[in-house]
């Protein structure tokens, strides 16, 4: 388990250790959780002790379907955490995972500890059936789109939990229309527009 890194020009750094199944490491004085510590390399420096222990990844795998039981291909599995951003409380991503054709999904490489798992449909599948009226709302596990019904999902370090399948619930889709005209007055062709979600999460 011993490492050494040679002729390291001088300069601001931070050590992250990794290995496939176990959890990114980043190196911190004194232990702890939080940021990296920043490492003042200067020329001549002989840095020892810079040692990190790392923990087996915990991974949460299970089943997403339609309201009828129909596997979802190609949906965003994500599990997250309460946390707060600029805007106020949201919930901040560990890891994702993307269903396969029988809707299987896995999330990997997690941390000990609780998860809510938040599900909706991937992004290029958005209006990918034009005249639909109806999709899916983002969905939390075991099936709602109310967080306050939400169950969270504890995993132990280096545990694969399976069986947290559940269904996205159906919602009405909205309609945005418009148009767009150039500096000049006169309406603009080929012009690309974007929408996008504000905040964390899929979708």
């Known amino acids: 388990g011993a490492y050494e890194l040679r002729d390291v020009p001088p300069g601001d750094y ?9 959890v990114t490491a980043p190196w911190r004085r004194g232990g702890g959780t939080g940021n990296a510590t920043r490492l003042d390399v200067r020329a001549g420096a002989d840095m020892t002790r810079m040692d990190a222990a790392l923990i087996r990844a ?6 997403l379907t339609d309201e009828l039981g129909d596997p979802l291909e190609n949906a965003w599995v994500v599990a997250a955490r309460r946390g707060f951003d600029e805007q106020g409380p949201t919930f901040v ?17 997690l941390q000990p500890g609780q998860y809510y798992i938040l599900a909706a449909e991937r992004s290029e599948s958005f209006g990918s059936s034009p005249e639909a009226d109806i999709g899916f709302a983002r969905t939390a ?39 767009v005209f150039a500096s000049n007055g006169l309406a603009a062709s080929n012009v690309r527009l974007m929408l996008q979600a504000i905040g964390n999460g899929p979708g």
């Open 58 to 63: 915990a991974a949460i795998a299970g089943r």
């Open 14 to 22: 931070t050590l992250t250790f990794s290995r496939s199944r176990y």
């Open 93 to 109: 991503t560990a890891a994702v995972g993307v269903t396969n054709d029988i809707g299987g999904y896995r999330i990997s490489h």
């Open 141 to 179: 596990y075991p099936g709602t789109t109310d967080i306050r019904h939400a169950k969270l999902v504890t995993v132990a370090t280096g545990q694969d939990l399976t069986g947290i399948d559940f269904s996205l619930v159906p919602a009405p889709l909205g309609r945005i229309e418009g148009r």
